[in-house]
């Protein structure tokens, strides 16, 4: 039952209602622990100001959103390896936990999905080279497999984990998982998963809620307890394997969520870290 203070509120569950600056004064409001930016809160506030506020309102950063979609123009371009180093030095600009990869899916036009997971085996490996010189954990985080063709061909925690050992054998803690219950809840390996990551790998962990029926792929996310996630049973796996980081709350939900005043999102998500996570 994590306490307000053990919450992290990622800014895309307020996202149509608040920038940066009122997500920050929000979290001190309700009396969040943390913050997740999603970058385009992040440019818009501008990342040195974003981070003088994060740092002066005393918030920890369970992590930025997020760098990966290495796939986005069929190769590894300049332009892609680039926007994920930036993407590195903005993450340690606001002295985030990891930088959060997504890590795209089928190049367009293909219908080749190894060689859309070659290439970002390829592209992880070259962003955790530059990460670790700047000392930024890199978090991959497996999204559903209904989203392997746009948004990631990494789909389960047991191939986030494999590229972790492929890219980081001597698990330095450079290179570890963001568990998401909405993309992993259902994967009857998940507890061996997470017991095989242990604390070095585990670097995020993020909560909502998997509603029945679903309306849209990616917008219809539920609150923690309006669905059918075992949240405080997968959150009590992860903390046995080690993990001691926020409960980040990461709601996409574009005809609930983002409708209701933000202040009224803020109280549920702590009511209901405390009741239903
Ligand atoms: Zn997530």
């Not at 080749?112 to 000392?135: F, N």
């Not at 954990?137 to 494999?162: G, S």
């Not at 909502?208 to 405080?232: E, H």
């Amino acid at each position: 039952m994590p306490e307000p203070a053990q919450l992290s509120l990622n800014t895309a569950t307020v996202r149509a209602q608040w920038n940066l600056a009122q997500c920050v004064d929000g979290c001190v409001r309700h009396g969040i622990g943390g913050i997740a930016p999603w970058r385009d809160k992040l440019h818009e506030a501008g990342v040195s100001e974003g981070a003088r506020m994060i740092a002066d309102a005393g918030l920890a950063v369970s992590g930025l959103c997020r760098g990966g979609w290495y796939t986005a123009e069929g190769a590894l371009t300049d332009a892609v390896l680039d926007d994920n180093k930036r993407a590195v030095d903005e993450a340690v600009a606001i002295g985030a936990a990891c930088l959060v990869m997504v890590v795209g899916g089928l190049a367009e036009g293909s219908k080749d999905i190894a060689a859309a997971r070659a290439m970002v085996e390829d592209g992880l490996g070259q962003t955790l080279e530059y990460a670790r010189g700047a000392g930024m954990p890199i978090a991959i985080e497996p999204l559903h497999p209904m989203y392997a063709a746009d948004r990631a061909c990494v789909n389960t925690m047991r191939q986030a984990l494999d590229l972790c050992d492929a890219l980081d054998p001597d698990a330095s803690g450079a290179l570890g998982v963001a568990c998401d219950v909405y993309h992993v809840w259902w994967d009857p390996e998940l507890p061996d998963q997470i017991n095989r990551a242990g604390a070095s790998r585990l670097l995020a962990f993020h909560i909502c809620d998997w509603l029945v029926p679903t309306r849209d792929l990616l917008l219809d996310r539920g609150m923690m307890g309006d669905g059918v996630i075992d949240i405080a049973g997968i959150r009590s796996q992860v903390e046995a394997a080690g993990f001691s980081g926020l409960n980040e709350v990461e709601i996409f939900s574009a005809e609930t969520w983002w409708k209701r005043d933000a202040d009224d999102v803020l109280t549920t998500m702590v009511e209901r870290g405390r009741t239903a996570s």
